[in-house]
């Protein structure tokens, strides 16, 4: 049986994290007074923490000063720990976990590819980072998604080419940096969002086993 690399995105396919980064985003905007919605929130994701301050800054018409803007991003990130800190094994999404323990009953490799700073802290919050061969987190790169650095250094610790590695993604920017380095993309989410995905499902109830499979031996 032939042995390929199952790299994962976190936030949003293993995990949902983004309701703690708005809830953070939220608390931070209302406490200098402005109003922050679910549909601003979706234009966060896969935003860096700079970015996404700035634009919360302009959509309330608020300028604030460099050290001030430092102070208001750590506030931020504190919050969001806060909210992470207190994560158990019942967040994991429905499914993630029998598609790890099949791909680990059958001897492939599985490592996580993800920006986020805190993925380490959060697959130990929810007992899955013994599942992780490889771990490639947002300290590890230095060029966000779309870029394919993240994949590419997961399938080189892994020791598995490029081509022989498969990722599940909830954004564009995952689904176009899986692309970029040539490898299968599966896209997690709504197929109108991530139709670039060499394969879409709207969640992991709807990945079988015999797809995994196919995946496999492909």
């Not at 042995?3 to 708005?22: E, Q, S």
């Not at 679910?38 to 994701?45: D, Y």
């Not at 994560?87 to 429905?94: A, R, S």
């Not at 993309?185 to 197929?191: A, D, F, N, T």
Request: glycine share 4%; proline share 2%; with cysteine.
């Amino acid at each position: 049986m032939s042995k390929k690399g199952f790299i994962f995105d976190l936030d949003g396919v293993i995990v949902d994290t983004a309701k703690y980064h708005f809830l953070a985003w939220k608390k931070l905007a209302n406490e200098i007074g402005i109003d922050f919605s679910i549909e601003q929130n979706e234009q966060l994701k896969g935003v860096s923490r700079v970015k996404s301050l700035e634009k919360i800054l302009a959509w309330g018409n608020k300028e604030v000063s460099q050290d001030k803007f430092m102070e208001l991003m750590a506030k931020k990130n504190t919050d969001y720990l806060d909210f992470i800190a207190s994560m158990k094994e019942d967040e994991i999404l429905p499914d993630v976990p029998k598609v790890l323990n099949h791909l680990i009953d059958k001897n492939q490799a599985i490592a996580l590819g993800s920006a986020s700073k805190n993925a380490r802290n959060i697959l130990r919050k929810v007992n899955l980072i013994e599942q992780f061969e490889v771990i490639v987190d947002g300290n590890d790169v230095t060029k966000a998604k779309p870029d394919p650095e993240v994949f590419l250094n997961a399938a080189n610790s892994l020791k598995i080419k490029a081509k022989d590695c498969i990722v599940f993604e909830d954004s564009v920017a995952g689904v176009q940096a899986a692309n970029k380095a040539n490898m299968v993309s599966i896209g997690i989410g709504e197929k109108d969002v991530l139709h670039e995905a060499s394969y879409v499902f709207k969640d992991f109830t709807e990945i079988s086993v015999a797809f995994i499979e196919k995946l496999i031996n492909e």
